[in-house]
Every structure is written in structure tokens, then in C-alpha cells.
């Protein structure tokens, strides 16, 4: 079992950025490919970015490319996400997601555990 908490949302203007963060407990997070989601009301939950146990592969879902950066700290039981260059349409809440084994993966029902969500809000 791996609890999840995310951090860093908020409300931006256009163009600006803003970083979430994803600290972990539990069971040791180096086990664990991480990925961030994001959920739109009424519109089913989709992938933003997911990186590998080890963080040498990472994925970006084609509108967040050039934008979005996930990283990771072992050391520090985190994920994160750094956006820049945001837009009014990236505002929804985001979620961070644990998964088993070294892959990434880009679909909902892959990741076993999940943070609460946290709200970004973009301002035209």
C-alpha cells in the first residue's frame, strides 16, 4: 500500500507556471512508476505525463508536450510536475498515480493508487 498526497495547485494567469508536487508513504516508492492525470467535469479522467521507477523514460500526452515536465526524487519519496506556459484549457483537478513495476503506463485502471486530487486554475 502507498498513500499519495499532491501539493502545488492553485490559480495562475495564462502563460504563467506553477509545479505539483506528489510525496509518498508507505511502501518504497522507488517500486512504483508515478503518473499524472487530470479530470475535466463530465469527461473521463486521462493521462498528462508518467515516468519510470528509475526516471530515465518519461511520456507526455501530445498537449502538454514542450509544456509539462515530470520528474521524480527516490530520495525524497516525490513526484512532480512542472507546467509552464499554461493555458486556460489545462484547468481541472490533477491527480498523482502509483503504479507496480518499471513502466509507465497511460491508462487509469494501470495505476492501483491515487492522491486526492489537486485544483489548477488558469485565468485568460
Known amino acids: 500500500q502507498v498513500q499519495l498526497v499532491e501539493s502545488g495547485g492553485g490559480l495562475v494567469q495564462a502563460g504563467g507556471s506553477l509545479r505539483l508536487s506528489c510525496a509518498a508513504s508507505?511502501?518504497?516508492?522507488?517500486?512504483?512508476?508515478m503518473g499524472w492525470f487530470r479530470q475535466a467535469p463530465g469527461k473521463e479522467r486521462e493521462i498528462v505525463a508518467s515516468i519510470s521507477r528509475s526516471g530515465t523514460i518519461t511520456y507526455y500526452t501530445d498537449s502538454v508536450k514542450g509544456r509539462f515536465t515530470i520528474s521524480r526524487d527516490n530520495a525524497k519519496n516525490t513526484v512532480y510536475l512542472q507546467m509552464n506556459s499554461l493555458k486556460p484549457e489545462d484547468t481541472t483537478v490533477y491527480y498523482c498515480?502509483?503504479?507496480?513495476?518499471?513502466?509507465?503506463?497511460?491508462?487509469?485502471?494501470?495505476?492501483?493508487?491515487w492522491g486526492q486530487g489537486t485544483q489548477v486554475t488558469v485565468s485568460s
Open positions: 508507505g511502501r518504497t516508492f522507488r517500486d512504483y512508476a
Open positions: 498515480a502509483g503504479r507496480s513495476g518499471s513502466n509507465i503506463a497511460y491508462t487509469p485502471t494501470q495505476y492501483a493508487y
